[in-house]
């Protein structure tokens, strides 16, 4: 053989080692399953494919818990993971799910909303793969997914995309964001099958209120709010000029703009009976001037530019040394959850919802989010749920 051939293959053998390792590593994390210990108030736990028949079989189906209290009341849905590199969302889900008490109506949770962006990555900003959160009986592992849903699932994206049914254009990978395809089609696009399926839970099972638990950058205005179209607006002032009273920190409201379409906040509210919230948590591992993404940027949000841009006044929240810790933001997002709900209840008091057991801003921030886990390993198999 000659040495021109030679030196062809070995580096052949190589690219085939690298895509090897690269793949198989890829493929592990796309399919990745984790356990969520259901609580003692889950009643029933469905398929979002039950509302939605064009996604069963899809790797875009995922669970939708069911906590039905013994009193008849009023209906919220709390959706997490729109958008699975916003993980602060899927972890306040999962203390509803694994703790909460429901007293009167009902709580309906779907953790992993986007469940094929949670497992798409991007590597080329350097994402983990997956996280890790400390719990009282060991770390709990959670697969870190992206914004938009992996294109092995849908696929090809179009030049621009066509909202439906407002036909405004909106930028091509919008199509697979399932903040953008609200409120769906039973036959569009896979991600308007997924939206879709959450307007048809809305609408038959006559839920009050949603809310679509999100994170964002602190150099992005909305951030740290509640989002609110018109018919919300009232219940989100009330809900955050009492978190701010009570509980001393910051959640201001944004209007939803009327003339961007496809959001959550805004179609929900249109095409449903069902008032909607869209919560911010600043995200500073979503931001662009900041060091390598690494763990710990993901779950402290410490970062020495973001810390130099606060300084000039570039940011759009509080920053200091102490970063934002993965225990502030989902303690934020326990409290704002837990406060919509007492603050649409007091106004609809027919249609009360009651909660027990889920801890409010102090609690996580003193305990860590992870306190709040069961172990798999110590809970009755039929109340595990895989995600
Ligand atoms: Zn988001």
């Known amino acids: 053989m000659s040495r021109v051939w030679l030196i062809k293959l070995t580096l ?15 493929y592990q994390h796309r399919h990745y399953m984790m356990p969520i210990v259901a609580g003692p108030g889950v009643t029933k736990v469905v398929k979002l494919s039950d509302y939605s028949k064009g996604l069963k079989g899809t790797m875009a189906d995922t669970n939708v818990f069911f906590l039905e209290g013994k009193e008849e009341g009023g209906k919220m849905l709390i959706i997490a993971n729109t958008h699975s590199n916003e ?45 890790e959160i400390p719990t009282d009986w060991g770390s709990k592992k959670f697969g870190m997914g992206n914004r938009e849903a992996s294109p092995l699932d849908q696929w090809p994206d179009p030049d621009v995309y066509v909202h439906y049914p407002d036909k405004q254009l909106l930028s091509f990978l919008d199509v697979r964001n399932t903040n953008r395809t609200w409120p769906g089609r039973p036959n569009g696009p896979l991600m308007e099958r997924v939206t879709y399926g959450a307007m048809q839970i809305m609408r038959e099972e006559k839920v009050d209120i949603a809310i679509d638990i999100h994170g964002a950058e602190t150099m992005f205005p909305v951030t740290n709010c509640i989002v609110a179209p018109e018919k919300s607006l009232r219940i989100a002032t009330m809900t955050s000029l009492t978190v701010k009273a009570r509980e001393g920190f910051e959640n201001h409201v944004e209007p939803s703009p009327s003339g961007f379409r496809g959001l959550s906040h805004r179609e929900i509210g249109d095409y449903a009976d069902t008032l909607p919230f869209l919560l911010e948590a600043p995200l ?89 886990y069961h172990d798999p390993d110590k809970a009755d198999k039929d109340d595990i749920y895989f995600n």
């Open 12 to 26: 052949l053998f190589i690219v085939i080692a690298i895509m090897t390792f690269a793949g198989l590593q890829l």
């Open 87 to 131: 993980p602060a969302a899927i972890l306040t889900a999962l203390i509803f799910v694994e703790n909460a008490a429901v007293d009167k109506g009902t709580l309906i949770v779907i953790p992993e909303f986007n469940n094929s962006a949670g497992r798409n990555t991007r590597p080329g900003d350097g994402y983990p793969l997956y996280f």
């Open 284 to 372: 500073p591992f979503l931001d662009q001037p900041t060091g390598p993404k690494t763990l710990d940027l993901l779950l402290n949000g410490k970062d020495p530019f973001l810390l130099s841009l606060s300084k000039k006044g570039k940011l759009f929240v509080p920053y200091d040394e102490t970063g934002w810790p993965m225990e502030k933001r989902v303690g934020q997002h326990c409290s704002v959850v837990l406060e919509l709900m007492r603050q649409f209840s007091r106004k609809f008091p027919d249609r009360a919802i009651k909660v027990r057991n889920v801890p409010r801003y102090a609690e996580v921030a003193k305990n860590g989010v992870g306190h709040y």
